[in-house]
């Protein structure tokens, strides 16, 4: 068997301590007064566009005022800027901030150019931000326990209306259906605006979408407002007087919308750590938590900040809604 020279083996052991400890030195200097980037796979002006810009700010004072930028890198349903980030030099300068379709997408596209599990670095959940079932203005229910009935004698006839597949609005009507067992027409459009327009114009019968897109057109008493999927009745003025579909007889219906934030798999721990601290501390700004709260949104304030938490709160989710989009037979791509 041939020998390797003695010189050869120092020669290679030496560049693998250099670049270890080039590495480590790398990463205790981050953020090294470079750019961060986040990249939203979304358009902006959207509800995760206004979460990421707000958390930029906010964690840039942690980062030691380090300048955080935005790219949207929009499109398929979130898999283009996810991949993006999956591919990404794994250095701690490229982010990604997106909402529960980290756990959706891997059901509503059977391939997928990245993996959820194996792809990335969870870094900790920011955000969950409750949805509300509408009714279009000429509903006769006057509350969830009337709608329930109602549906229940109209087998097939009630429209609901979502903002595309794989939206929101689109997931959360797939569990209501699942949840009450009842077959409904589902009527799918570009966006939530549509969506709404047509259930103000009684072209569709209901829809759930996030408090973001329907608080300000329950406030104007424009649509039925029939319930919101939190266990707990929430704090916003204009929802306070909702109740829980839980406690109208839904038991244990719970859907928000969450956002997290990821780096990509191998990026050196000492730089997740700061990411993680700087995230930690964003939380906790009071000026942040009230533009969320101005969202609708309720700031994370438990054990899923921590990256192995929420990566296992992912892994529930996928878990919940992989069976629900499987039973619909409705995919992506």
């Not at 349903?77 to 909402?99: E, F, Q, W």
Request: aromatic share 6%; with cysteine.
């Amino acid at each position: 068997m041939k020998k390797t020279p003695v010189s050869a083996v120092h020669l290679a052991l030496g560049l693998a301590l250099g670049l270890a400890a080039a590495t480590g030195a790398h990463a205790q200097d981050f953020p090294a007064g470079k750019p961060i980037t986040i990249v939203v796979p979304f358009a902006a002006g959207g509800p995760t566009d206004r979460v990421a810009r707000d958390l930029a700010e906010a964690m840039r004072k942690p980062l030691d005022g380090t300048s955080i930028v935005i790219d949207n890198a929009a499109g398929a349903g979130s898999t283009i800027g996810n991949a993006k980030v999956a591919r990404a030099r794994p250095d701690g300068y490229t982010l990604l901030l997106t909402h529960v379709g980290m756990a959706t997408t891997p059901v509503l596209y059977r391939k997928l150019p990245y993996d959820y599990e194996t792809d990335f670095e969870y870094l900790g959940m920011i955000n969950d931000v409750p949805m509300t079932v509408i009714g279009k203005p000429q509903l006769e229910a006057g509350n969830f326990k009337e709608l329930r009935e109602w549906i229940a004698k109209n087998p097939g006839k009630t429209n609901l209306g979502n903002a595309g597949i794989g939206s929101a609005s689109h997931l959360c009507g797939l569990l209501l259906q699942s949840e009450l067992k009842a077959e409904m027409t589902t009527v799918p459009y570009k966006g939530t605006a549509p969506a709404i327009a047509d259930l103000l114009g009684g072209q569709i019968d209901l829809l759930c979408d996030q408090t973001t897109n329907t608080t300000s057109q329950i406030e104007a008493k424009k649509v039925k407002a029939y319930g919101v999927t939190t266990l707990k009745r929430l704090g916003t003025p204009a929802l306070k007087d909702l109740p829980t579909l839980d406690e109208s007889g839904l038991k244990n219906f719970q859907v928000t919308i969450w956002h997290g934030l990821y780096a990509p798999k191998g990026t050196p721990a000492p730089v997740l750590k700061k990411l993680n601290d700087a995230l930690k501390v964003a939380l906790k700004d009071p000026d942040f938590i009230r533009k969320e709260e101005g969202l609708g949104a309720v700031v994370v304030a438990d054990r899923r900040v921590e990256p192995a938490e929420h990566r296992k709160f992912v892994q529930q989710e996928v878990a919940r809604f992989g069976p629900v989009i499987k039973a619909a037979g409705v995919y992506a791509d």
